[in-house]
């Protein structure tokens, strides 16, 4: 395993441990808002803080991009971080949350680690050598037709300014699939077109971390990711779309057909 992988996984169950404990006193917690819909609680803050520290004491000199404390420093590699992933199900007790640690070297993911903390569910990807749960290896579905494919999503939950557009979307991916799931934590689905329990995926307006490490994991297992016109960029731009390549290609054309 790839030394920098091993780093990343270190820092995730550190993380994992501090959510699971956590978790058993989910009144206790103290809840801020950063705007509608969009909650942090000092527990994103202490997992954030306790990776940030594992991959600081490793790798010094990399650069941070994490969701609650931003970017910081200056190098070819930044690690992309989502402490936890799904934070308003967490605080519901819904089981559906991660953390997302990525490593991007030179602007292309190189690590990814997505920990299902819930179900210590271990997703791992290293540019090059495939994609595995729990250190078995792990492909998207080979599924051919976009109408027997299931298809995950997330609804507009902060930002409503293209919410007509998002129901579009929604409404032919709903008659054109096999159905559609929304289990509200980014990582987790794309993890989850990884190991080919979802054949697709597609949401609009997400941060970089929500997608960086599971983007890795989806193409390290066969699969392929663009944004909505099937183009890299889906990082910075937000909208992303992946699956295996022939329900892919169909979802791209499914949404080129309602630009």
């Excluded at 602007?107 to 090059?128: I, P, S």
């Excluded at 919410?163 to 929604?170: A, G, H, M, N, S």
């Excluded at 995926?201 to 989806?218: K, R």
């Excluded at 992946?242 to 290609?249: I, L």
Aim: net charge negative.
């Amino acid at each position: 395993m790839h030394p920098m992988l091993n780093i990343a996984i270190k820092a995730a169950r550190k993380a994992g441990s501090i959510i699971n404990r956590a978790s058993l006193e989910l009144e206790q917690i103290r809840v801020a808002s950063k705007q509608t819909n969009d909650f942090v609680t000092e527990v994103d803050h202490a997992a954030e803080q306790a990776i940030i520290a594992t991959l600081r004491e490793a790798y010094p000199d990399h650069a941070i991009l994490a969701e609650e404390s931003g970017a910081s420093g200056d190098s070819e590699y930044v690690w992309i971080i989502d402490p936890l992933d799904g934070t308003t199900n967490f605080l519901h007790g819904f089981p559906q949350y991660a953390v997302s640690i990525g490593l991007q070297h030179r602007g292309q993911m190189a690590q990814a680690v997505v920990y299902d903390v819930v179900h210590n569910e271990l997703f791992t990807a290293t540019r090059g050598r495939g994609a595995f749960v729990n250190d078995r290896r792990i492909r998207v579905s080979s599924r051919p037709m976009l109408r027997d494919a299931l298809i995950g999503t997330g609804f507009p939950y902060r930002e409503f300014s293209r919410i007509d557009r998002y129901v579009e979307l929604f409404k032919a991916f709903a008659q054109g699939s096999a159905g559609l799931r929304r289990p509200g934590a980014a990582s987790l689905d794309l993890a989850y077109v990884a190991a080919g329990r979802l054949d697709g995926f597609f949401e609009m307006g997400l941060a970089p971390w929500d997608m960086a490490a599971g983007s890795l994991l989806v193409l390290e297992a066969g699969g392929l990711v663009g944004d909505f016109k099937g183009d890299e960029g889906y990082l910075e731009g937000g909208d992303i779309v992946c699956g295996n390549p022939k329900v892919f290609a169909q979802m791209i054309a499914t949404i080129a057909g309602r630009a």
